[in-house]
């Protein structure tokens, strides 16, 4: 639901042995990382040769700090149309560095969005006293939308068209929203309501732009006369105001 995701990273240097956990930052407050970035998404225009963010320390120690960009699927053989510059530098307490994102020739679609991540890993510095320590570092990723200049107007204003609609699937209600616009739309909540039912969704995965996504409801039934009523993140991490829509029932 939100767009920024951490890994937790445990290490001890004296065995060298490392294990990552997976977590989202929902369930992460944001003063458990030790570095923060100045935007929680970012939209790279085709027509900009680059777009800048500033990763902070506001810790008392020293970090060494690993930038990159990936896909989804986050590993780090797929191709990616961005370099981050620099991809490794040093932030000490209280300090900050501006990092750039360079976009570089490419053959993504031109009718809609393509989604990417930009990954700050932290680097604790360990000293003599911390040889035997478990130091926990984050590794943060948000997404990079890659917006072609092709597409007018702003994402928000598009919510209005999205398509819901309910249907019984094997004794369980699924709720399914069609995007048929050219942006992605990742929602900030989505509740279910009407014939004396409702439900707020835990977690509403993003859509993507000409696509579908669905969700499973517990404790509601497909009816007539139900509605939604969410909101959507906007190009700044903001809220979208909430909006009603009604919702069909397909057999």
Known sequence: MFGLIKQVVACRPAVGACMTLFMLAAHIP???????????????????????????????????????????????????????????????????????????????????????????????QVTAEERNVLNIALRTRIKVFYRPAQLKGHSINHLKNLQWSIRQV???AQLQVHNPSPFHVSFSRVDISGDGQSQRLSRAEMVEPFASQRYALDGIKATSGLQVEFAAINDYGGYSTPMRLPIQLSP
């Open 30 to 124: 944001a003063s458990q990382a030790a570095l923060t970035i100045s935007s929680t998404r970012v939209v790279f225009h085709s027509d900009k040769r680059s777009i800048s963010l500033i990763v902070a320390n506001p810790s008392d120690r020293p970090f060494a700090v690993q930038t990159w960009v990936n896909t989804a699927a986050d590993d780090t053989t797929t191709a990616v149309p961005f370099i981050p510059s620099p991809p490794l530098f040093r932030l000490n307490p209280g300090k900050q560095q501006q990092v750039q994102i360079n976009g570089l020739p490419n053959r993504l679609p031109s009718d809609r969005e393509s989604v990417f991540y930009f990954n700050v890993q932290e680097i604790p």
């Open 170 to 172: 094997d004794g369980q």
